[in-house]
C-alpha cells in the first residue's frame, strides 16, 4: 500500500525568501503525485501533479515540484515566498491504473513573516 | 468556486445522533469521494462511489455509510455519534473515478459532536 510522509510539521519563513516543502512517498511501481493547498476555512485546491515524463512540474501560483525517484521524494519549491501562500500544503501520492485513492501526508503548515 | 458542493458548512450535534452531510460533485464527474480530516489522523479516505456504485472503500466506521443517488450527488450519513467523530468532512470528485488527473475538494462540512 502506498503511504506519504511530510516531515516538517510546521514551516516558517520570510516573505520573499525561497521554500521547500519535502515529501516522501512509498510505492512499489512508478506513483502519481500530487500538491495541494488548503487555506483556512477552504477546500483543497490542486497546485500541481506528476504521473510522467518531465520530472520537474511547474505548477499554479509560481510553485514547482521535483520527482525524484532514487530518493522517493517529490519536494516542492517555490522561489520567492509572498505572505498570501501562508497555507496547509499536504503532499498525495496514487499508484496502478489509478482507481486505489489518493493518499495523502499529514500536511505542513506554512507561516510567512513580514 | 471548485465547482464540488457541500452542505451544511458546519454542524453541531449531541453525541449519540445521526446526522447527513451531503456532496454535489463538480458538474460532468462521476466520482465521488469522501475524506475525514482530523488533527491527529490528517487526511483519512472514507469511501468511494463511481456512477451510484461503490467502487473503494477505506478506514470508514461501521457506523458511517454512504451513497450516490442517480443525479450522482452524494450523502454520508454518520449515526451513534462521539466526540471523536468531532471532524472536517470533505467531499472530493473525479471525472471517471481516477486519480491521474488529481481530485476536485468541495469546502468541507465541520462536524462538531458536543
Known amino acids: 500500500a502506498q503511504s506519504v510522509t511530510q516531515p516538517d510539521i510546521h514551516i516558517t519563513v520570510s516573505e520573499g525568501a525561497s521554500l521547500e516543502l519535502r515529501c516522501n512517498y512509498s510505492?512499489?511501481?512508478?506513483?502519481?503525485l500530487f500538491w495541494y493547498v488548503q487555506s483556512p476555512g477552504q477546500g483543497l485546491q490542486l497546485l500541481l501533479k506528476y504521473f510522467s515524463g518531465d520530472t520537474l512540474v511547474q505548477g499554479i501560483k509560481g510553485f514547482e515540484a521535483e520527482f525524484k525517484r532514487s530518493q522517493s521524494s517529490f519536494n516542492l519549491r517555490k522561489p520567492s515566498v509572498h505572505w498570501s501562500d501562508a497555507a496547509e500544503y499536504f503532499c498525495a501520492v496514487g499508484g496502478g491504473s489509478g482507481n486505489t485513492p489518493l493518499v495523502f501526508g499529514k500536511g505542513t503548515r506554512l507561516s510567512v513573516i513580514a | 468556486d471548485s465547482g464540488v458542493t457541500q452542505t451544511p458548512k458546519h454542524l453541531i450535534t449531541a453525541t449519540g445522533q445521526r446526522v447527513t452531510l451531503r456532496c454535489s460533485p463538480r458538474s460532468g464527474d462521476l466520482s465521488v469521494y469522501w475524506y475525514q480530516q482530523s488533527l491527529d489522523q490528517g487526511l483519512q479516505f472514507l469511501i468511494q462511489?463511481?456512477?451510484?456504485?461503490?467502487?473503494a472503500k477505506g478506514n470508514i466506521l461501521e457506523r458511517f455509510s454512504a451513497q450516490q443517488f442517480p443525479d450522482l450527488h452524494s450523502e454520508l450519513n454518520l449515526s451513534s455519534l462521539e466526540l471523536g467523530d468531532s471532524a472536517l468532512y470533505f467531499c472530493?470528485?473525479?471525472?471517471?473515478?481516477?486519480?491521474?488527473?488529481?481530485?476536485?475538494f468541495g469546502s468541507g462540512t465541520r462536524l462538531t459532536v458536543v
Open positions: 472530493a470528485s473525479s471525472p471517471d473515478g481516477r486519480a491521474f488527473g488529481g481530485y476536485t
Open positions: 510505492y512499489g511501481a512508478t506513483p502519481y
Open positions: 462511489y463511481y456512477n451510484g456504485e461503490e467502487r
